[in-house]
């Protein structure tokens, strides 16, 4: 069993996601913003950090350069779970240096997809 991290403001989303993760036998560590969810991703040291852009404060976006540029968690591999799903924000997504993209609404199908292809 690993840990997975949501990072989402909205508090529904967050659920759903987790229902997900917990169907596949993982984990599940919460946090409302990006800078919450950078602190808790440090502490916790996921194995997948799936992490919404659209926040308060510091979006997702931001967290995901932070968390990518920091060296105690650079490895950890970061998934966008957000409504910004255009081919221009998945290429921002990627310049920001997440590992994929899954666009919102998404089904359990496509979320279990990502989780197998990240925890195995």
Known sequence: MKTVLIVDDV????EL???VVRAAGHQVEFAN?????????KTVKPALILLDVV???MDGFAA?????????????PVVLLTTKGTEADKFWGQKQGADDHVA?????????TVLRRFLG
């Open 11 to 14: 508090q529904t989303d967050r």
């Open 17 to 19: 996601a987790a229902k």
């Open 55 to 57: 926040m308060p404060g």
């Open 104 to 112: 919102k609404p998404y089904t359990a199908d496509s979320l279990g």
């Open 64 to 76: 995901c350069r932070q968390l990518k540029k920091d060296p105690e968690t650079s490895g950890i």
């Open 33 to 41: 913003d990006g800078a919450d969810g950078i602190a808790r991703a």
